[in-house]
């Protein structure tokens, strides 16, 4: 295992794609691999590994013989709810979940899917990570092409168009559609161009089969027929293909309409995700009251392009004011929808339970959030941390965390982290949440803050040397303690200053980043 | 496999320094288990491992620091990680081994010194 790994490493550093990856796809490997080979009834004889590159990043492909897991899902849906639980103290089953944590798409075809027979274990990271500083090379000329699963029983017409398009996309010649089907399973083009008449399966039947494979119906297709009779016949058009052209096809013809359709299935994508961001961001978009009482809070808040899923919630009460300050793992989309799912849950939880009684222990708080999380499917199918903290006027502070990381007091010169833990929501067999209590003096500072924040001043030098002894949480302990005599506003805003200064490319659109600094400026009662 | 070349325990009056070396993978982690269950005594409660010379770490590996955890937690100790860096500093952050469940320190004199000041006080 070592040496495929020193291997895939020499690889990925030739392709010049960022260390901190590397060693991502070096552990999924590794994870991986160490799955095939240890747990199905029949271990893999045999694997194969195939590593595409592209601007976007890379696609891997393992490939291999042994018994398909049958509950690939399940095994994901389990994997992830033990993938941050150190705090549950589970001494196995962190690997798959390594895996699906690091990365943005993985999937699994088991054999009796696949064209090839075999397993196939892909993780596809393309369009993720940015492309390496050092390339000189054009970006268009490296951009990933488009593929073109070009259909057509007619040989000379297969070469012909084959030829046309070639240059500007990546086309799959294919000469049935038994052969576009089988490959389908396995990779998903951007655009179907199919002959309307093939003997066996002609295009019609092509194309109700990819729509009912899943998402099959979102990927364009293009009739090409040598007659224009039926083409315009209502059961054609109810299928949903988004064009058609009559043989002979010129190159320009051609090119033109894969150009037209790819493009403007790109545009409306783009348009549509672009909306969803705006949408979700706007209602999670993390915000305290500046002032509640004696207290003054500065809250800075950076969302992610991609992934991550930071929020918080407040409610004020009689001597006070509760916040919650939660965390969505996860990258892409999914995680958007699950912390919009998550603070839909949570805002009405919190209103119920202030609702029935006005001191809210956060502990309680918690507990309910868990309860709920272990008991529900939907919620328990994502991660969250949590943390839940009660400012009081007289300077007193109460906090419970759920598998966040734990608060810092600033005071007299002074950063210390305060020893609040706890498991993650839903995680069974823990001994309930602890409410920790203490109270401040006039000038104490806490700060609450999000992985995404405090993973900055964990990464390696900024000099990017991975011999070199890394920026350690230490470094944050002296900032806080080197700026933590001035107002809670200036060093929430010096921190963040250190936050962008260290941060990396690479780390810029991974997670959401959240910094809360509630100063106390009362008098303690 | 030489254990000797995976990892080596120095046990000290206020803790057990456990030095790993090179991979801490599932084929490692198959030796290093029993071996240090062997070796590790059972009163050790503060544990300090030495994570200097640890080039990759996965999966098998989180959970023997688990273990570890485990163990120290019982004996109403500490688990310190000294020196942590690169691949397996991210991967013990990615899992969760956060500064509410174990403490971090950037050098191994540090760790020694968290010990000798947590003795004076």
Redesign the interface.
């Known amino acids: 295992?070592?040496g495929l790994?020193a291997e895939m490493k020499r690889f990925l550093d030739l392709a010049g794609l960022p260390a901190?990856y590397t060693?991502?796809l070096?552990?999924s490997l590794?994870?991986v691999i160490?799955n095939l080979v240890?747990h199905p009834p029949q271990k893999a004889t045999r694997m194969d590994i195939a590593i595409e590159t592209g601007t976007g990043g890379v696609r891997l492909d393992i490939a291999d013989d042994s018994t398909p897991f049958a509950t690939f899902d399940a095994i994901c849906k389990t994997a992830l709810a033990r993938?941050?639980?150190?705090?549950s103290?589970?001494?196995?089953?962190?690997?798959i979940?390594?895996v699906l944590?690091?990365h943005t798409r993985v999937t699994y075809t088991p054999a009796d899917h696949s064209a090839d027979g075999r397993n196939h274990f892909t993780i596809d990271d393309r369009k993720q990570i940015p492309p390496p500083k050092e390339d000189a090379t054009p970006q268009k000329n490296r951009a990933r092409k488009p593929v073109i699963f070009l259909v057509d029983d007619d040989a000379g017409d297969l070469k012909a168009h084959h030829r046309m398009l070639a240059g500007l996309y990546d086309v799959v010649p294919l000469p049935d559609a038994a052969s576009a089907l089988a490959l389908f399973r396995v990779q998903r083009p951007d655009l179907v161009i199919s002959d309307l008449h093939m003997p066996q399966v002609d295009g019609i039947a092509l194309r109700r089969q990819i729509s009912a494979l899943p998402d099959g119906d979102t990927v364009p297709f293009v009739f090409l027929s040598a007659s224009s009779e039926g083409i315009n016949d209502r059961g054609i058009l109810r299928l949903g293909i988004d064009d058609y052209l009559i043989k002979p096809v010129s190159s320009q013809s051609l090119a033109r309409t894969a150009e037209r359709i790819l493009g403007r299935r790109e545009q409306l994508g783009r348009a549509i995700e672009e909306r969803f961001h705006r949408d979700i961001q706007k209602y999670l978009h993390p915000s305290l009251p500046t002032v509640a009482g004696p207290w003054r809070i500065t809250t800075l808040n950076r969302m992610a392009e991609v992934g991550g899923g930071d929020f918080t919630l407040h409610h004020e009460t009689p001597d006070g004011l509760l916040a919650v300050l939660a965390d969505v793992m996860g990258h892409g989309l999914q995680a958007k929808f699950f912390a919009y799912a998550y603070a839909g849950y949570l805002r009405s939880l919190f209103r119920s339970m202030a609702h029935e009684k006005d001191d809210i222990r956060t502990s309680d708080f918690l507990q309910s959030l868990s309860d709920a999380v272990g008991n529900d499917d939907f919620l328990d199918g994502t991660l969250l941390t949590c943390q839940s903290f009660h400012l009081g006027r007289g300077g007193d502070i109460r906090i419970a965390?759920a598998?966040h990381?734990?608060p810092i007091l600033i005071q007299n010169g002074h950063a210390t982290?305060l020893?609040?833990?706890g498991a993650?929501p839903g995680m069974t067999g823990h001994s309930g949440y602890h409410e920790y209590r203490r109270t401040l003096l006039r000038g104490d500072k806490v700060l609450f803050a999000t992985?995404g924040f405090l993973?900055v001043f964990?990464q390696?030098a900024p000099d990017n040397d991975?011999d070199s002894?890394?920026a350690?949480?230490?470094t944050l302990l002296a900032l806080l303690a080197a700026h933590g005599h001035g107002s809670g506003d200036q060093l929430a805003r010096q921190l963040w200053q250190a936050f962008d200064n260290n941060r990396g490319a690479y780390n810029r659109a991974a997670d959401d980043a959240t910094l809360i600094i509630a100063a106390f400026e009362g008098e303690p009662v | 496999m030489n254990i000797g070349n995976v990892f080596e325990i120095q046990p000290a009056p206020d803790y057990t320094l456990i030095r790993f070396y090179g991979f801490i993978d599932a084929s490692s982690v198959l030796q290093i288990r029993p071996a240090l269950q062997r070796q590790l005594s059972d009163d050790t409660a503060n544990l300090i491992v030495d994570m200097r010379d640890v080039g990759f770490l996965d999966s098998h590996g989180v959970g023997l620091f688990v273990s570890l955890l485990k163990q120290a937690h019982e004996k109403k100790g500490r688990l310190v990680f000294a020196a942590a860096k690169g691949q397996p500093a991210s991967v013990l952050r990615m899992v969760g081994f956060n500064g509410g469940l174990v403490s971090y320190c950037a050098t191994l004199n540090d760790a020694y010194a968290l010990f000798a000041r947590n003795k004076a006080v």
Do not use: F, I, T
């Open positions: 295992m070592p790994r901190a060693d991502k070096c552990l590794s994870e160490s240890r993938m941050r639980a150190a705090e103290m589970a001494e196995n089953g962190y690997g979940g390594c944590v690091q965390s598998g990381p734990p982290p020893p609040v833990m993650l992985d993973d964990h390696e991975s002894a890394p350690a949480p230490h």
